[in-house]
């Protein structure tokens, strides 16, 4: 498989990018070929605006739609971002790396969501959900907390993870056609000992060894 | 009232800008304080990093809420944050105007919010939700949508609005106190007429002078 890797965590020594660094390093092992996006290291710029386009459509009314669609036929997406998006095209399985920042991915990779999947390329003219243009590739949520697994149950203290995690799975991913595995939450990550991150890193390491073979999850909507 | 108006659109010329400069206006002729966060305009830079602070803890190993109680320690967040967060502090009500992308908040906006509503300052510590440092305080969203009103409903195209907005509302606003008011939504405005527009803006204006009556709604778990 082609699998693009990506990774939002701003210190290159975090558990979250140690995870980052074992998906690549195991998919890598297993006859892949791994592209990444380690987007604090690229220096992304995720706030959508004008330079997203190196034409304009209309210079007096930004429309960020109508502009990516202007975009997409004139082949005038700016060169950072046309990179990305060859990216995800090629890939067939997707995998963000992040810590839960707020209930939601880091601004950095939101921002890259954003601007990478423009109208008209990713998705629109009738093609969303069972019949969105990513159809066929798979996507992939691992993810780091502050707080414990109990906490994020039906009822607990912030609430089903499910439900935290819909907004990305259901509304990014599948929107656009992906299929969606279920998401790796290493839970509390600051308060475990070595061993047990240790272990956790093992256990992502051999979950992705048979990734090729994993059956989706059904998110469900709201 | 002291009131926080936060907007999140690129565009000045757009009908969530005018939401935005409506609520300024109204807000300011009923008497009330109002003090505004553009973020486009600020040029924000919602990347989380080293440049929250103007002191480091630990230059081998960044912990941003490591990093974030000693900045409150020892007063060293970067002077667009500390501007950021007096302004939050010293509000009675926020409302955030922003389009709806990808079901969620442009990332100028999560950018803003990961990094002006640091630990040890807005929460942690044992205050959270009912005992959240923001309590007494309210909030709102403002948003617009690409989407028709039926597509957000439980079981349509895109799912419950209620659903969509809770990572935001019970994740962000209720996390660290504050209680919400219902979500004013403008579904489809770049599909309605300009007579249909100012009805929006009218309804808005008219909700807005008696905003200080309103009771919060509940929003609910995941």
Known sequence: MNILVVNAHPETKSFCS??????????TESGHTVTTSDLYSLSFQPVSDRHNFSSVKDPDYFKPQAEEIHAVEHGTFA????AEMAKVEQCDL??????LWWFSVPAILKGWYDRVFAMGRFYGNGRFYETGMMRGKRAMLTLTTGGPVEAYQPGGFNGDMNGVLRPIQRGMFEFVGFSVLAPQVAYAVAHVSDQERED??????ARLRSID?????TVGSY
Chains 1, 2 share one sequence.
């Open 18 to 27: 140690s995870l980052y660094q074992s998906a690549i390093a195991t998919l």
């Open 213 to 217: 073979n994993e059956a989706p999850i």
């Open 94 to 99: 997707m995998i963000w790396h992040f810590p």
């Open 200 to 205: 956790l890193l093992e256990a992502y390491r």
């Open 79 to 82: 060169p950072d971002l046309a």
